[in-house]
């Protein structure tokens, strides 16, 4: 039996000793680096002589940058020895458990660059028939390439940050017009939060040595801003006013007996997309719209796995450096309960919503609380957590 006495922190539940996902929590010596255990968090620092060498450094810092800097033999020594301290019967001297609801959760790293990619079929075919009804749902290099875009680093947010409904154009009858969004919308992803030494042309085979977790990822998008922008060079501002991301990042190692893979291609694709190990996660979300379980997507749909992604983001010579971000694009499958945006769910709004509360939504109105939760399947039949992404819509700010 563990020291420590919390259900949630059991081999069958998804925040078990299996997962042990990293985050920053506020203690009374300011902000620690910390890992999940159940429904508690574990400063580490309080507990940073159980640990030798450079991880003792590590797990002193008030972020993960240097965690995530120091490469994955550092990340799996880490584990380890986590794995042996919260397994033990008696605690390790120093050692606090904070409960998760009231610990207060920083951004754990600085975000670098980040990059949003489109590798659903289904949310691209989605997409495309609403955005463009005359065209081709899918234009031809989407099968070829995981089609993305540089997104706004610096309005990553962290889970549970309030969201203001952002400001901004959109198409009238009677040309543009200016004002709070009137679509705003959600889009749930599967992030990945980069380390390991800073790295060019980064092949398929070496994505472990540069992702060091897992993380959901909230792409707010305000739809009627996006729609008039968005041609010829995409996302802009419908986008970058902000992104939830998960306070917990699950570290790779914990997806091993989740990694299967991808949707088979229509094509041989070009060879360094070309993967010699499935990089596709069985990950299954859910997100709740106030309290209503609106959407189960499914990221054994995606049709470009992580590897892929990182591969294609880097083949032009890019760099990767620690505490960058990619995310994988809307999660949607293809049943209408498996999408991931309102955009579809709701069909451009044409399709409302009905809540538990009766209320009808198409988007999101002030006041409006997303959640959303995934799990994959763990080593032994267990069940490894993605820690919830959680934001609540306020007013615009004028
Ligand atoms: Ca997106």
Known sequence: MSWIDDPAFAADRPFGPQTLPYGVVETADGPSVAVRVGDHALPLRPIADEFT??????????????????????????????????????????????????????????????????????????????????????LPNWT??????????????????????????????????????????????????????????????????????????????????????????????GKSFATSIGAWITPLEAFAAARVPVVEPDHPRLDYLVEDAHWGLDIRLEVVWNGTMVSRPDFTQMSFSCAQQLAHMTVNGATVRPGDLFASGTVSGPDKRQRGSFLELSWSGKEPLTLDDGTERTFLEDGDTVVITATAPGPDGTVVGLSEVVGTIVAAVD
């Open 144 to 237: 070829h390439l995981p089609v993305g875009y540089h997104g706004r680093a610096g309005t990553v947010v962290v889970s549970g940050t309030d969201i203001p409904r952002p400001h901004g154009q959109r198409k009238g009858d009677a040309g543009p017009v200016f004002g709070p969004s009137v679509r705003l919308d959600i889009e749930a992803e599967v992030g990945f939060v980069c380390g390991g030494p800073p790295a060019r042309r980064v092949s398929t085979s070496a994505a472990a040595e540069h992702i060091f977790g897992v993380a959901l990822v909230n792409d707010w998008s305000a739809r009627d801003i996006q729609a008039w922008e968005y041609v010829p060079l995409g996302p802009h501002l």
């Open 53 to 138: 060498g450079e991880l003792a450094d590590l797990v002193s810092a008030e972020s993960l940058d240097a965690l995530l800097a120091a490469g994955r033999p550092a990340w799996s020594a880490l584990r380890a020895r986590l794995r042996e301290l919260v397994t033990a019967t008696a605690a390790p001297d120093g050692a606090v458990l904070l409960p998760l609801a009231d610990a207060q959760v920083r951004l754990p790293f600085t975000v670098g660059d980040y990059v949003d990619f489109y590798s659903s079929r289904h949310h691209a075919e989605n997409v495309g028939r609403i955005f463009r009804p005359d065209g081709e749902p899918l």
